[in-house]
């Protein structure tokens, strides 16, 4: 089936944005394929997520794929017609890279998933900051059944849930349903279909009321801290909050507390 008979916009952006009140939409725009993970698309989310890191006026953003998936990983086809070493270490790298600057833009990026997010798919998930999905998705590191381990995946969702929920899916190469993405912590909530746009857009909202130093502060020590010892993780935080503390936003944050009123945030 052609790109035109399909009804797909070969000229179509393959990220497509919209922001609205500090909260920026990124969505993939390869419905045709199930925004399948090629090189073009990973450059244009790339490209996009850099903008969005130095947009002060984005807060948080919001991950999101058109059309009947999330994700279905690489690009298998595009993946073959070009079988070199060189080609697979490039592929792998910017990959890497891009999960990389989702872990480490200023801002919370949220998963919105429907439909399937499988293998590379699924690393995106588990790389964004939080993720929330429709009741009927399903999620799958299936490169096992096709003789090429999931091994990139592996880091992120290793990160994400518990080492024997890992492996049997990297093992089994099996869907699993919303609810038990929910429950190993794939996803934060499995939610009805019908609720999916209305649950992250109140997160999302949320997210983006809150001070963006304050954010951009928070979610660097997070991933700073979490691989480090319990000794230096306090002695790091201890002085990520003293300088925090240092901030006119938490001044302001305390004052209006205090004073029992709304604060108005600056961003210093």
Known sequence: MSAASSGHDANAPL??????????????????ARNALSVGLMGALQDALEMVH???SVRAVVLAGAGPGFCAGHD?????????????????????????????IRQPVIAKVHGIATAAGCQLVATCDLAYCADNARFATPGVNIGLFCSTPMVALT????????????????MIDAEEAERIGLVNRAVPADQLD??????????????????????E???????????AAYAYAARVMTENMMARD???????FIGKRAPVWCGQ
Do not use: W
């Not at 997160?203 to 951009?216: E, G, M």
């Not at 020590?221 to 000794?231: G, M």
């Not at 938490?250 to 209006?256: F, L, R, S, T, V």
């Open 221 to 231: 020590a997070f991933y700073r801290q979490i691989d480090l010892d319990v000794e």
């Open 54 to 56: 130095e947009d002060r």
């Open 76 to 104: 298998l086809k595009e993946i073959r017609a070009n079988p070199t070493e060189a080609s697979h270490e490039a592929l792998f790298a910017q990959c890497a890279k891009l999960m990389l600057t989702i872990s480490r």
């Open 159 to 174: 990160r994400a849930v518990g080492r024997k929920a890992a492996m049997e899916m990297l093992l089994l190469g099996d």
């Open 250 to 256: 938490a001044a302001e944050g305390i004052d209006a």
């Open 15 to 32: 990220v497509l944005r919209d922001d609205r009140d500090g909260v920026a939409t990124l969505t993939l725009n390869r419905p045709h």
């Open 198 to 219: 209305e649950v992250v857009a109140g997160v999302a909202d949320k997210i983006a009321s809150k001070s963006p130093l304050t954010l951009s502060v928070g979610k």
